[in-house]
């Protein structure tokens, strides 16, 4: 069992940048993938980016490519998100998720690919 707690969200202008972490608690941290899942209203939850369990593979969706980037620190059980250049379409609830390795490739941006779910934290970005 792994709970996970997000924090760092807020509001901003375009432009801007703000880290999102996601604090996890229970055991073998290190040996789960870990990703970010964004969700706007009225759309159906999407994969932003994710991070193998030992921190080696990043994935990006193409959107965000060249301006977000994910980190894990797995002393700390903690996971990072680092949005820069943000744009008023990034506005959305950010998932922090936890998936069981090994993971099966075209599961991995998937939601169903993940088990463990965090609250969320809110991103605004205003024009």
């Known amino acids: 069992q792994v709970q996970l707690v997000e924090s760092g969200g807020g509001l901003l202008q375009a432009g801007g940048s703000l880290r999102l972490s996601c604090a996890a608690s229970g055991r073998s941290f290190n040996s789960y993938a870990m990703a970010w899942f964004r969700q706007a209203p009225g759309k159906e939850r999407e994969f932003v980016a994710r991070?193998?369990?030992?921190?080696?593979?990043?994935n990006y969706t193409d959107s965000v490519k060249g301006r977000f980037t994910i980190s894990r620190d797995n002393a700390k059980n903690t996971v990072y998100l680092q949005m820069n250049s943000l744009k008023p379409e990034d506005t959305a609830v950010y998932y922090c998720?936890?998936?069981?390795?090994?993971?099966?490739?075209?599961?991995?941006?998937?939601?169903?690919?993940?088990?463990?779910w965090g609250q969320g934290t809110q991103v605004t970005v205003s024009s």
């Open positions: 991070i193998s369990s030992g921190g080696v593979n990043v």
């Open positions: 998720a936890a998936g069981r390795t090994p993971q099966l490739i075209w599961r991995r941006t998937l939601p169903s690919g993940y088990e463990y």
